[in-house]
Every structure is written in C-alpha cells, then in structure tokens.
C-alpha cells in the first residue's frame, strides 16, 4: 500500500521557473527520501532527509521535513528540460526495512 | 547509472508461465530489495534480503519467490503468471538494509508484460 500522497499529481513550468511538489505521509518515520524516474526507467535518489532534519539542499534542490504535519516538500529552482520525469517520495518508516512510496507528480519543464 | 544492474530489461511471456528476474547490486552492498511498479498499484515493495537471508516481506504474492545467492546477486522467481503481473520490477541495493540513512539504489528495471 501507499502511505504518501504527492500533490500536485502533475505539474508544467517553464524552464528557469521553480517547482514546487509536495508529500504528506502518515506514519511515524526514520526518514523520507525523494526519487526521479524518467519514463519508464529506473528510480535515481535525489536526496535523503532524516526525521531529525527540517531543511537539506543538493545542488538546486532543497527538501523541507514537519514531522509534525507529516509532509515534506521538494523544490526544484531555476527548472531546465532535463529536469521533466516523475518525482516520488518514499519513507522509511518506524520499524520497518523498506520504502513505501507516494504516488508521484508528474513534472514538465517547457523549454 | 546506479551501480545495479538487472536483466533482463524486457520480457513478455504468456500467462500460466514462469519467468527469472536477475538483479546485481551494488559492489560492497549486502541488502537487495524487489519492488514492483504497476499503474494501478504504484511502487510496492516486495520482499528483502540481506546477506543472503530474508530480512523483510511487503506485498509478495505466494506465487512469487526470491533468493540470494552467496555472491550477493539475487533472483526474482515469478510463476503462474497472470496479466495483473504485467509491470516493471524493480531491484535496489544498499550497504546494510536497515539504518536511517541507508539510501537505497535502484537498478533500470525489469519489464513483464503477459499476454
């Protein structure tokens, strides 16, 4: 089953706009992790956040965890082409061993 | 690329049938995990090994088995086919499997389709 819940479930900008995805979950976790799939292929690890974070940056993506409102979010600034795929974010819950992912948002960047 | 390495990348078979998935993790990792990606069910996970023994267990169904071997590679054994098992299947790797900050590894998939 899936615990989170991406919003929007698809999104289309520009190229040099920010993106802005988000991820509520609903279980106690270690922590929450986001991941790219462009079509069809495998998932590339973007960034882990612990349930101890607030904020983490990669590069230009910065990723915001309330454990108390169980969301997370992921921005993605000055987006290029390359940028287009699905993002989707996975937790690693209290107890468990293995990812449960969200549904994903589906992200365009127009050239 | 990811380090993983899975074959075979396609596969279409018939239902009833059995198919072999094989995953490589990552050089130095011990924990391999399947999941599967349907467009009804989303990402699931599937079932984990470690070191060559099952660690943890998602949503396998009892038709599907997995093992791993002393050289750490794994096999995904799926039988008595049918079209709901059409997807893409997943492996990841990680160093130990467990920990907070154990990120997982992803390989380019395995595509089942049934006919």
């Known amino acids: 089953s899936q615990q989170g819940e991406e919003d929007p479930q698809a999104l289309s900008i520009q190229e040099g706009e920010n993106a802005t995805m988000n991820c509520s979950y609903k279980?106690?976790?270690?922590?929450l992790q986001w991941y790219r799939q462009n079509s069809g292929r495998g998932l590339v690890h973007l960034i882990l956040?612990?349930?101890?974070?607030r904020e983490k940056h990669s590069g230009r993506l910065r990723v915001t965890l309330d454990t108390s409102k169980k969301s997370s979010s992921l921005l993605i600034t000055a987006s290029r082409a390359a940028d287009t795929a699905s993002y989707f974010c996975?937790?690693?819950?209290?107890?468990?061993?293995?990812?449960?992912f969200g549904s994903g948002t589906r992200l365009q960047v127009q050239p | 690329d990811s380090g993983v390495t899975q074959t075979p990348k396609h596969l279409i078979t018939a239902t009833g049938q059995r198919v072999t998935l094989r995953c490589s993790p990552r050089?130095?990792?011990?924990?391999v995990y399947w999941y599967q990606q349907s467009l009804d069910q989303g990402l699931q996970f599937l079932i984990q090994?470690?070191?060559?023994?099952?660690?943890a267990k998602g949503n396998i169904l009892e038709r599907f088995s997995a093992q791993q071997f002393p050289d750490l590679h794994s096999e995904l054994n799926l039988s008595s086919l049918e079209l709901g098992d059409s997807a893409l299947y997943f492996c990841?790797?990680?160093?130990?499997?467990?920990?907070?900050?154990?990120?997982?590894?992803f390989g380019p998939g395995t595509r089942l389709t049934v006919l």
């Open positions: 990841a790797s990680s160093v130990a499997g467990g920990p907070p900050t154990d990120t997982q590894y």
């Open positions: 279980t106690s976790i270690n922590n």
């Open positions: 956040i612990r349930s101890n974070e």
């Open positions: 996975a937790t690693l819950d209290t107890g468990r061993r293995a990812l449960t």
């Open positions: 050089s130095g990792d011990l924990s």
């Open positions: 090994y470690y070191n060559g023994e099952e660690r």
